[in-house]
């Protein structure tokens, strides 16, 4: 590759090295993890990892403190943080969520009301169907196993759910902590979808089915006028934090 061309994210060789240059050098020899009280702490050459707001980097289970020093042993001679998305989320988890558990878990139930899955296309009737068909399944699992009951609506006009759907909401997601709700609210944002997300959390989607089921409509846009780069981009960077959402969820409950 010469000089003057450019990366698979159309970025130039001297926009490169200008991001490289601004990256933190690293500063460790060897990453690992100790069980000390309170969990389990990540250490950079026997001294422990602090997060943005300066607490100590502690996991509630070994497998995912395995995957984040992983994360720090595979690291360069610069440190990019955009490439470690399971220490983004527990930074996210202990500075933004321990404490706000309640708040984090209403935000969640928030969506509940304005949900994608809830929203439905009169025309085409393709796509009406098409909704139908990979959404109604869910919806019927909530019912049944949730006892959360939603209303659907054609078009974007809002309607408010029944006060007990909002309520079985946050009863399926009272039992996660810090670290599950960060998670899960993550998973809800990159979706637009609580319902997909809990169905991910209750162990009764995969995660590609979820991830798929959330882009019904941008998956019939893109067959009626095809994709350009920015939005396929932009997509993949959606499903790689989506996985990662995922990953760290089953890793933190990988003793259940």
């Known amino acids: 590759m010469t000089s003057g061309s450019n990366d698979q ?23 690992d993890y100790e069980q000390r009280p309170g969990g389990w702490w990540i250490v950079l050459d026997g001294r422990p990892v602090k997060t943005p707001c ?5 996991l509630p289970s070994e497998a995912l403190a395995r995957a984040i020093v992983q994360e720090w042993a595979v690291q360069g001679e610069t440190i990019d943080l955009e490439t470690m998305l399971l220490t983004k989320l ?19 139930v928030d ?6 899955l809830c929203y439905r296309a009169e025309t085409p009737r393709e796509l009406a169907e098409l909704q139908s068909v990979t959404w109604d399944p869910v919806l019927e699992w909530a019912a049944s196993t949730l006892g959360a009951r939603f209303r659907l609506v054609a078009g974007v006009v809002h309607v408010a759910q029944p006060e007990d759907t909002l309520a079985a909401v946050g009863g399926a997601i009272e039992a996660f902590d810090a670290f599950g709700l960060t998670a899960l609210h993550n998973m809800t ?38 994709e ?29």
């Open 90 to 108: 527990a930074n996210t988890a202990i500075d933004r969520v321990k404490g706000r558990e309640r708040e984090i878990a209403e935000e969640i």
């Open 54 to 58: 300066k607490a100590s980097l502690v």
């Open 228 to 256: 350009d780069r920015e939005a396929r981009e932009r997509r993949e960077r959606r499903w790689g934090e989506f996985v990662a959402s995922c990953r760290f969820l089953d890793l933190c409950r990988a003793a259940d």
């Open 9 to 31: 994210n159309g970025k130039s060789a001297p926009e490169r090295a200008s991001a490289a240059r601004s990256l933190p050098r690293r500063f460790f020899e060897l990453a």
């Open 189 to 226: 944002t990159l979706t637009g979808s609580c319902i997909l997300a809990i169905a991910y959390g209750h162990r009764h989607l995969a995660a590609e089915q979820a991830w798929q089921a959330s882009l019904v409509d941008e998956d019939w846009q893109i067959s009626q006028w095809g």
């Open 111 to 116: 969506y509940a009301g304005s949900d994608l």
